[in-house]
Nanobody
Framework: QVQLVESGGGLVQAGGSLRLSCAAS????????MGWFRQAPGKEREFVAT????????YYATSVKGRFTISRDNAKLTVYLQMNNLKPEDTAVYYC??????????????????WGQGTQVTVSS
């Protein structure tokens, strides 16, 4: 079982930056692929980024590639999402997710077994 708690959301102007954190419980954190998803009002939850359990390779949604960076610190049981050059369309609740590590990039909501409660990110124009 893995418990996830997100933090770092807030209100920022367009062009600004935020760093989200996701603190995990559990001794096997390093064995889990980690992902970030987001859900805007009236829309489906969508994939943002994922980082592999082994080697730390990453994969991003096209809409955030080049602006967002996912990273992890296994010693601190934490995964991060650095968000730069934020746009109003990035406004959403951001969720952290975890799944036992696999050989492929997990980009579907159904791929993940554990979820955090979400943190609100609002980007004003």
């Amino acid at each position: 079982q893995v418990q996830l708690v997100e933090s770092g959301g807030g209100l920022v102007q367009a062009g600004g930056s935020l760093r989200l954190s996701c603190a995990a419980s559990g001794r096997t954190f390093s064995n889990y692929d980690m992902g970030w998803f987001r859900q805007a009002p009236g829309k489906e939850r969508e994939f943002v980024a994922t980082i592999k359990w082994s080697g730390g390779s990453t994969y991003y949604a096209t809409s955030v590639k080049g602006r967002f960076t996912i990273s992890r610190d296994n010693a601190k049981l934490t995964v991060y999402l650095q968000m730069n050059n934020l746009k109003p369309e990035d406004t959403a609740v951001y969720y952290c997710a975890a799944r036992f590590g696999t050989t492929y990039y997990a980009t579907q909501r159904s791929d993940y077994d554990f979820w955090g409660q979400g943190t609100q990110v609002t980007v004003s124009s």
